[in-house]
């Protein structure tokens, strides 16, 4: 634990104490923390007022697949294609990512990204499915249940499920 670790250490940093008694924030630091790297601090940087803290790792699990998919390229002409080419889907994700950041929940907004998220839900993969609907989820937007049924069954498709068990199948009346 931290108490543990401080009072661990406490000889060597009453050694290292300053003018007036105080500690450097340096002999501490590195026992509660340690530094992050340069590319820790530009995915934060990159996720940063972009996407809502509760959905982060599922924006990464995003990329991920993205940069994992066949044709996808590596290196730094990887980064800059990702930067710089984005299909329709990638666009709409990333508006209702923010949207939801900057809580902004109007009804003719969703109602927009709605009628969007229909026309491109074919050609979305799975994270990205999981990323809208989480979105849909937060705002609070009512939307038809026919985008929702195409949603869940492009999704369970892009995971390789043959079929969704209904409480029809789940009871065993066809």
């Not at 709409?92 to 839900?121: G, I, N, P, Q, Y």
Request: with cysteine.
């Amino acid at each position: 634990t931290l108490g543990a670790s401080l009072s661990r250490n406490a000889p060597a940093l009453l050694r290292e104490t300053g003018p007036g008694g105080r500690v450097p924030a340096r002999a501490v630091v590195g026992e509660l923390q340690l530094p992050r790297s340069r590319g820790e601090k530009l995915q934060h940087l990159e996720v940063l007022d972009k996407v809502p803290f509760d959905m982060v790792p599922a924006y990464h699990e995003r990329l991920e697949h993205l940069l994992a998919r066949p044709g996808a390229r590596g290196g730094a002409i990887g980064k800059v294609l990702y930067r710089h080419r984005k299909s329709a889907a990638t666009v709409l994700l990333d508006t209702m990512l923010k949207a939801c950041v900057e809580k902004r929940f109007e009804t003719s907004l969703w109602d927009t990204l709605v009628a969007s998220l229909h026309d491109e839900a074919s050609a979305m993969t799975a994270p990205e499915i999981g990323l809208a609907l989480t979105c849909l989820q937060k705002s609070g937007h009512r939307c038809e249940v026919g985008l929702l049924v195409t949603l869940i069954h492009n999704l369970t498709a892009r995971l390789g499920t043959a079929k969704i068990s209904g409480p029809a199948s789940a009871s065993g009346d066809q």
